[in-house]
């Protein structure tokens, strides 16, 4: 029987916890924001160019950032043992540089599947003059992923995420004096947004580096010093991690392709509810990196207890939360989508598919945080299963056949998510169920 008291000081902790992880959520997708505002002020071609290399650089780029995940979890195990020094953190490190290094050239290959994926030949040098500088600059934003989880493991949370809001700013200004050129800078077009990006991802990596191995007190000698086991157990563990994170991101990215064969009004309406949904998954993701970093500091200390309480209470505040959202969804579908259009019939093709927003929220946020809880007892390869099983042979062909063949459209797509994702919540605690009882102490 859990205690009440005890339950609810939990469940403070992890929310402040996970509010400034949120804020460097935030913080992410305001640079896409930047990006696409300073693209539209210069031209139609470099707007769509910019949408196309994301597209193409997006998957990998997950990948590898779902890999990297499983740094925060594996950091947090060992100080819960109370395993002294930071021989962890070289192996996060030179992980984020390996796994940048694969991703750079995988990044710049994709240019070979452009005129086979049918994308407009006209934009080609606009895609491929942005990739070639951006991509380099993803090995940086791994390094900054790293030394954030390594710190957010170690209960600093705040620095790194409130750095990405910092960068913010810069961005933005480097995207206006590189695009449209200033001063002796000249105009370089769309070449400039990737090196504003390739110059920001660098500065927070060099300030979030320096300030870990600072704060740490890691001699320079340490930095070197490779750690055998350390970088298997990453590899171990990234690995499943990376591959789920890719197969849920691949899902939304062919509901995505699909209502493209539609009427243009199902595909704008379904980038409007998209971005609603990204939004308030925001907190369950938080989350659900709070769960991965307490649990597993409580697995580390042998603490049973620790590992239920840090489990639970970060699932209730995120059920709790998509409980809201998705009434607000049911309730004022059409104020929320009045917000950012005034077209009538965009308005009521949003508000039906805001309905199955609605419908995924709790189910969204139960899984995600589940999969955090789950990625802190160091289970990841039942989840990935989960995930295929769930999203491509459950959620994704329903959506299609309810689609294409029972006429309804972009609403049966988002309910095949709906239903994808539901089946992968009940199977996720189930998994997370069955990893306690072995676990479990004998009374």
Known sequence: MLNKEKFFTFAKQNLIFALPIVAGQ?????FGVADVFVAGHHSNEALAALGLSSGLMS???MFGIGALNAIGPLSAHDKGQGILGHHFFPAAILSALCLG??????TLLSLSFYNVLGLNPALLPYVRDY???????IIFAFLFQAAKEYLQAHGHNVFANVTILFFNFLNLALNYLFMFGKGPFPAMGVKGLALATFLTRFLMAAVVLIYAIKIFGIKKKFLFTLDKKSMMAIIKLGSPLGLGVLTEVLVFC????????????????????LTLASLTFMLPLALSSAASVKVAHSKGEGDYEGIVYNSLSCATISVGFMILTAATYFLVPSYIIGLYTQDLQLIAVASSLLFYVGLFQIPDGLQITMWGSLRGLGIARAPLVM???????IGLPLGYQLAFQFGMKAQGLWLGLTIGLTTLAIGLV?????ALLKIQPCS
Request: proline share 6%.
């Open 26 to 30: 935030i913080g992410q997708m305001l």
């Open 59 to 61: 998957p990998a780029f």
């Open 101 to 106: 290094l694969l991703i750079w050239p995988l």
């Open 131 to 137: 990739l070639t500088l951006c991509a380099p600059s």
């Open 254 to 273: 062919t509901v995505t392709l699909l209502i493209g064969r539609m009427e243009v009004i199902f595909s704008a309406a379904h980038n409007l509810v």
């Open 387 to 393: 995930c295929l099983l769930c999203h491509w042979l």
């Open 430 to 434: 189930l998994a997370w169920k069955k």
